[in-house]
């Protein structure tokens, strides 16, 4: 009855992501349409770049004042989330009405998921665990806009419930929503938050020239992801599996501050939120804690 369309496939060029990504939709939606007659709504997850663009095109081409609402017109620039809204829009029109959809917009999602190609809360945790191992101090890597400017964040339950609200609210059909906890943080209120988790010491913002890549400075680590995962007992996982360094590097390196607006959602009846820092302390425990869930998995199997 429900569809909730979230998945990514990351490749090098956005012509290319254009291509898979719609496909993909589309071979989905061609199928459950059409042969699914109890169909009755369909959502679609994109996010944060539908306002300013593909990661190659971030602050290199024209771009609306945050903060972002949903009635800003597209970018004059290609953007596959623009081609999944009309391979969206293209089939659930031929069901004139029966089916209905929504479309919700995230920004940086904080959340567990592993595996996850943008969990920025499990690289950082990462980040932060070898930087313990090796007994190195947590540095910023990133610039100073991203380090004192206002920024916002989406807790991955939050989502869900925005999400669900959107597939049974009939206030909420056939509309595009943003999709954030509705409070604005800095992440030099975050960072000593992480280093308090994991005992380590600290450094904030250190100028331009003290900027590095995480790409850069976690290369070559896998034998001391190795040895963190022997002796703390974790699931074995490849820190290429569970870490997604350019996503961070790119995140922490714009140079503009980046909000958008709840109104539209609060108008149409949706009053979640979150309070970002308890968000981000949850996460990390829930990290943290997955360890021993996992254990005990494996001891039952």
């Known amino acids: 009855t429900h569809v909730f369309y979230a998945a990514w496939s990351s490749h090098e060029t956005e012509d290319r992501n254009r ?3 719609a496909g993909m939709l589309r071979n989905v939606l061609s199928v ?17 770049k539908h306002y300013v663009g ?17 009635d ?34 995230p920004t940086v999602i904080f959340g567990f998921s592993p595996r996850s190609a943008m969990n920025v809360v499990g690289s950082l945790c990462v980040y932060a665990a070898i930087c313990r191992k090796e007994g190195a101090t947590l540095r910023w890597p990133g610039c100073k806009v991203a380090w004192e400017g206002f920024t916002d964040a989406s807790d991955a339950d939050l989502v869900a419930e925005h999400e669900i609200w959107a597939a049974v609210d009939p206030f ?12 604005v943080f800095k992440w030099k209120q975050l960072w000593p938050m992480l280093a308090e988790r994991f005992g380590v010491e600290w450094a904030g913002y250190e100028g331009e020239d003290s ?12 034998a001391v992801w190795t040895e963190i995962l022997q002796e703390n007992e974790l699931v074995t996982t490849e ?47 829930k990290m943290k804690a997955s360890k021993e869930v996992d254990l005990q998995k494996q001891q039952t199997l």
């Open 19 to 21: 291509e898979v990504n």
């Open 32 to 48: 459950v349409v059409p042969n699914c007659p109890a169909l009755a709504h369909v959502c679609l997850q994109t996010g944060r």
């Open 54 to 70: 593909p990661f190659e095109a971030i602050g290199k081409i024209p771009a609306p004042d945050p903060p972002y609402t949903e």
């Open 72 to 105: 800003m017109p597209r970018l004059d620039h290609p953007n596959f989330y623009y081609d999944l809204e009309d391979v969206l829009f293209d089939h659930v029109s031929g069901r004139d009405g029966a089916v209905t959809w929504s479309v919700h917009r």
């Open 172 to 183: 909420a059909k056939n509309e595009a929503f943003n999709c954030s906890n509705g409070d």
């Open 211 to 222: 900027r590095f890549a995480l790409a850069d400075a976690m290369t070559g680590k896998e």
């Open 239 to 285: 820190l290429e599996e569970i870490t997604s360094w350019g996503f961070v590097d790119a995140m922490f390196n714009i140079d503009i501050e980046h909000l958008d607006n709840m109104n539209k959602s609060k108008e149409h009846g949706f009053l979640g939120f979150r309070n970002t820092v308890n968000s981000f302390n949850a996460w990390i425990d």
